[in-house]
C-alpha cells in the first residue's frame, strides 16, 4: 500500500463524506482500493442537464497526488468536453507537464494542492458550461454551437433515458 | 476505533459550537498531504508544504504546487513558527473537540436552546480530555477523541515544554527567616553578618555549585537533548543529474551514500530521488530518525510501489505515462531479515484472482460498514506495516471454484509422483503438501506468502484470518490460494516456479 497517496486518499474521503459540496458524492468503490472512486454527479440546475446523475469513475495514479486521476462516465454523456467513451477532457484531470492541446494555461491544470473536490466542482462546471476550444466529442462540439437547441433536446433525452422515464 | 470519526479532520468541528475551528485546522494542513503541515518549509515564492510533500513535489516538477514558480529544493527555509502553531494547535485539539462535543450533546440532551456558554465547562472535562496527553499525527488517528476513550494518566500539559529545557523553578515568594539573600543573586540565604565575608567567595561558589548541579539537570531532560546531539548534524544531499551521470558511477554513488546500488539505471534514480527526499526532510525535522529507520521507510516506500503496480493491473494499464519505474526489482535487498521482501517476489510468479474483484463497481456509499477496514489499513499504512487487500465476502464468493477443485488433484497427483523426492527442482510444494496429509494450511505458507498480511515474521501465514470461520475450517482441506507455485526460496535464482503455473 502506498502511504503517502493512500493516506490522502483516506483523508479526502473522510472530508468529501462529512461535508459533501452539493450535488456531489464520491468514494472508493471497494474497501480493498483507495486508488479507484466512484463519484455521482447531478446535472446543474438551469442547464439541459438538471435531473441527470451523471456516474463517473475516478482511477488514481499511485503517485497520487503528484499526477491526477483519470475520470470517466460510466453512463454516455453527449457534451462537447466528455469523449464518446466516457473519459472526461478536463484541464485540472491533465498533468501539468503536458499539454497535448496546446490552448490550456499552465495554472488551470493539475497540481498537488488541487483535489477530488474541486475536480468534481470543476467537472460540474464543466458540464454547465462547455468548452468548445477543445472538444473531445466533435459531433457534440458542433451541435452545441450551431444547433443548440437540437442539443438541448438530444441531452434532455438522454437524462430522461437514463432516468428510466 | 469503530466510525471515521476517529481520524482527525477539519470536518469534525463543523457540527460544534466551534465551527470556525474548522478553517483553522484547514489552513493548519498542508495542501499536498491534507494533514497537519509536519515540519513546513516555506518556498521562495512564500508558499509552505511539509518538508516532504514540498521536496517531493518539487522532485518531480521543480515547481511550486501552489502558483507553479519555478524553485529548488535547496532554496526552501523552515518555518519555524508555524510549526510550533501545528504543535501547539495539535495538542490542544483533543481537549478542545472534547468540549465541543461535550456542548453538542448537552445541549441536546437537555433540548436547551443553544445558548450554552464554553465557561461552562467544569475541571473534569479538562482532566479528561488532557489525559488523552500529546497527541502525534499518528497516535490521534488512534486516539479516539470521544468521550468514551479511558484515561490512562492524567497528566497536565507543560504548555511550553521544549522552551524551557533548562528552566529551574525559581522560589519567588521571599522566606520569612530573618535572613538576607545574597545581593549578587546566587540565592543563598545567610545572617546579616556572613554577608560580607560571602560576597569574596560569591562568585567561586556559584561556579562550582553550577559544576555539580548542571549533570543532573541534564540527565532530568535527556531524552530531548539527545535527540539532535547524536553525532555531527546530518549534511543535506545534493541532487544528481541523472542525465549525465552513466550507470556505473551512479551505481557508486548511491553506494556511497549508503542505499543499495543495484538494478537498472531507471531504478536507481527513483531510488535516488525517494532517499535524497527522505534525508533531506529528515534534517529538516527537528526529531531526526536514524538512518535505519530511513532506509526501512525507503523500503517500504518502494515496495509499495512495486506492489501497487501487482494489485492493479488495470490502473498502470490506464495510465501509462505515470507509471515510472515499479518492477517488482524495485524492492532493495537491504533487510533480508524481513520477510517483507519475499512475498512481492512472489507476486510476480502468482497471478491473483483479486485484480478481477477490484474493480468491480459497488456503490461504496450502501457499504458503510467497509470503513473500519479502509482505517485500519491507512493507520497500518501510516505505521509503516506492509498491508495487502482484506479479502472480503465478496472475494470470497467470487473465488473460482473450479480452480480449487481441478488444483488438489492435479497438487496430489504430482505429489505422488515425487513423493520422497526433497527438494523438488521445479520448486513445488507437493511433497510438503503431501507430508502434511491433509493439504493442511501450515506447510504452505511459502506458497501463498504473498496474500498475507498478518505475519510478516512468518508466524501463520497460510490462512488470512479475516476469512470466516467456516472456511478455514478443517471441512476445506486446501486452502483456495494454495495452487503450487514456486516457493520463495527459489524467487531469487528466478529459475524453477515457471514450469508449475
Known amino acids: 500500500m502506498n502511504s503517502v497517496a493512500s493516506k490522502r486518499l483516506f483523508q479526502e474521503y473522510k472530508h468529501l463524506t462529512t461535508d459533501p459540496p452539493d450535488g456531489i458524492t464520491a468514494g472508493p468503490v471497494n474497501e480493498d482500493d483507495l486508488f479507484v472512486w466512484e463519484a455521482m454527479i447531478l446535472g446543474p440546475e438551469g442547464t439541459p442537464y438538471e435531473g441527470g446523475v451523471f456516474p463517473a469513475e475516478l482511477k488514481f495514479p499511485k503517485d497520487y497526488p503528484l499526477m491526477p486521476p483519470t475520470m470517466r462516465f460510466l453512463g454516455s454523456v453527449w457534451h462537447p468536453n466528455v469523449y464518446p467513451n466516457g473519459v472526461v477532457c478536463i484541464s485540472i484531470l491533465h498533468a501539468p507537464g503536458d499539454d497535448p492541446n496546446h490552448y490550456e494555461q499552465a495554472s488551470e491544470r493539475w497540481s498537488p494542492i488541487q483535489s477530488v473536490e474541486k475536480i468534481l466542482i470543476s467537472v460540474m462546471s464543466m458540464i454547465a458550461e462547455p468548452n468548445d476550444e477543445s472538444p473531445a466529442n466533435v459531433d457534440a462540439a458542433r451541435m452545441w454551437r450551431e444547433r443548440r437547441p437540437e442539443f438541448e433536446k438530444r441531452v434532455r433525452a438522454d437524462v430522461r433515458r437514463s432516468l428510466g422515464l | ?501
Open chain 2, 1 to 501: 476505533m469503530n466510525s471515521a470519526q476517529d481520524v482527525p479532520d477539519s470536518t469534525d468541528w463543523l457540527h460544534t459550537p466551534l465551527k470556525e475551528f474548522a478553517q483553522l485546522e484547514t489552513a493548519l494542513h498542508c495542501q499536498i498531504c491534507k494533514e497537519f503541515y509536519d515540519t513546513p518549509m516555506i518556498t521562495s515564492c512564500s508558499h509552505t508544504f511539509c518538508s516532504r510533500c514540498i521536496r517531493t513535489s518539487l522532485s518531480a516538477d521543480g515547481r511550486c504546487p501552489a502558483c507553479r514558480t519555478a524553485d529548488q529544493a535547496s532554496k526552501l527555509r523552515k518555518n519555524s513558527a508555524l510549526q510550533e502553531v501545528v504543535a501547539t494547535f495539535m495538542s490542544a485539539r483533543p481537549a478542545a473537540i472534547c468540549v465541543a462535543r461535550r456542548e453538542v450533546e448537552q445541549a441536546t440532551q437537555k433540548a436547551r436552546p443553544g445558548k450554552r456558554k464554553r465557561a461552562v465547562l467544569d475541571l473534569d472535562d479538562l482532566e479528561q480530555a488532557q489525559g488523552e496527553g500529546r497527541t502525534t499525527r499518528s497516535k490521534s488517528r488512534r486516539t479516539a477523541a470521544s468521550e468514551t476513550s479511558t484515561v490512562d494518566a492524567i497528566e497536565v500539559e507543560d504548555s511550553d515544554e521544549g522552551a524551557d529545557e533548562t528552566y529551574e523553578p525559581e522560589i519567588e515568594r521571599v522566606p520569612d527567616d530573618g535572613l538576607l539573600e545574597c545581593p549578587l543573586g546566587c540565592g543563598k540565604r545567610m545572617k546579616i553578618e556572613q554577608v560580607e565575608p560571602h560576597l569574596d567567595r560569591c562568585e567561586d561558589e556559584k561556579q562550582s555549585e553550577k559544576r555539580e548541579k548542571h549533570p543532573a539537570q541534564v540527565n532530568g531532560y535527556l531524552p530531548k537533548v539527545t535527540s539532535r546531539q547524536n553525532g555531527p548534524p546530518r549534511e543535506r544531499l545534493a541532487e544528481l543529474n541523472y542525465s549525465l551521470l552513466k550507470e556505473l558511477p551512479m551505481r557508486k554513488k548511491l553506494e556511497e551514500i549508503g542505499i543499495p546500488g543495484w538494478g537498472s539505471k531507471q531504478l536507481m534514480i527513483k531510488r535516488h530521488t525517494e532517499w535524497v527526499n527522505l534525508w533531506n526532510a529528515d534534517c529538516d525535522s527537528d526529531h531526526p530518525r536514524s538512518k535505519r529507520e530511513l532506509l526501512q521507510d525507503l523500503e517500504t516506500r518502494l515496495i509499495a510501489d512495486a506492489r501497487r503496480k501487482k494489485s492493479n493491473p488495470a490502473m498502470v494499464s490506464s495510465s501509462p505515462k505515470d507509471q515510472p519505474i515499479e518492477e517488482t526489482a524495485a524492492l532493495p535487498p537491504m533487510n533480508s531479515h524481513e520477510d517483507s521482501n519475499h512475498p512481492v517476489d512472489d507476486d510476480t510468479s502468482n497471478p491473483t484472482p483479486q485484480s478481477a474483484t477490484d474493480t468491480q463497481p459497488a456503490p461504496y456509499a450502501e457499504r458503510p460498514e467497509a470503513l473500519p477496514s479502509i482505517r485500519e489499513k491507512v493507520e497500518a499504512a501510516n505505521a509503516g506495516k506492509q498491508i495487502e487487500p482484506v479479502m472480503n465476502q465478496g472475494f470470497i464468493s467470487q473465488q473460482p471454484q473450479p480452480d480449487i477443485t481441478i488444483t488438489i488433484p492435479a497438487a496430489a497427483a504430482s505429489g505422488a509422483l515425487n513423493d520422497q523426492e526433497v527438494p523438488v527442482p521445479q520448486g513445488s510444494e507437493n511433497p510438503a503438501l503431501l507430508s502434511q496429509g491433509h493439504f493442511g494450511h501450515p506447510k504452505q505458507d511459502k506458497v501463498v506468502g504473498n496474500r498475507d498480511e498478518h505475519s510478516p515474521s512468518g508466524g501463520r501465514r497460510g490462512t488470512p484470518c479475516e476469512l470466516p470461520a467456516h472456511l478455514h475450517g478443517d471441512s476445506r482441506k486446501m486452502p483456495m490460494f494454495a495452487v503450487p507455485s514456486r516457493p520463495v526460496s527459489d524467487s531469487e535464482t528466478g529459475g524453477g516456479g515457471g514450469a508449475v503455473q
